[in-house]
């Protein structure tokens, strides 16, 4: 005899979430892994996992790990949930299946802002950072340490400028 209760149905429909969520933990996982193993120099997966779990492994490819390919890919799984959430608020806010960034116009108006807050404020920092960094060369690192000041500096005043024309 078939369970077609409210807890049996409650109980399959969370056991399936639960598999489907477990499965994508997985698959993240598989993909940081294959991830982290694919560069120019390559490291293998046993030294991934015993750098990633253990903290333990040869100088060079701790760095290239947790300084290089770990940063790069947790950004973009952090930038690939943004960009589902923000979908997923647009659709819901409009009530509307399709509704997206390029529909309502939302890409255009933020090019546009980026392009002139680049032309208006970034190329000006850029360049004193450049000068800077040509001025004072006693640390090796300091012009990218002043051009990387620079670029967070015109990328912070990006949202300002944009909530300047709201």
């Known amino acids: ?3 077609t209760s ?3 149905e409650n109980f399959r429909r969370r056991s399936r979430y639960i ?3 477990s499965g994508l933990v997985i698959a993240f996982a ?4 294959l991830n982290i193993n694919t560069g120019n120099v390559h490291i293998s997966v046993p030294k991934i996992l015993r750098i990633l779990f253990l903290r333990d492994g040869a100088a060079t490819e701790y760095s290239i790990i947790w300084r290089i ?3 790069r890919i947790l950004m973009a799984a952090m930038l690939g949930g943004a960009l589902s959430l923000s979908g997923f608020l647009l659709q819901t806010f409009f009530a509307n299946p399709i509704a997206g960034p390029f529909v309502l116009g939302i890409s255009s108006g933020a090019k546009m802002v980026v392009a002139m807050t680049m032309i208006i404020l970034g190329m000006p920092v850029a360049n004193g950072a450049v000068l800077f960094a040509k001025r004072y060369q006693q640390n090796e690192f300091l012009a ?3 051009v990387f000041l620079s670029t967070l500096l015109s990328i912070i005043t990006i949202p300002v400028v944009a909530l300047c024309f709201i």
């Open 144 to 146: 990218a340490k002043t």
């Open 30 to 33: 598989v993909t940081v892994v």
């Open 69 to 71: 390919r770990l940063p």
């Open 6 to 8: 409210f807890h049996g």
């Open 1 to 3: 005899m078939k369970d």
């Open 19 to 21: 598999a489907v969520f």
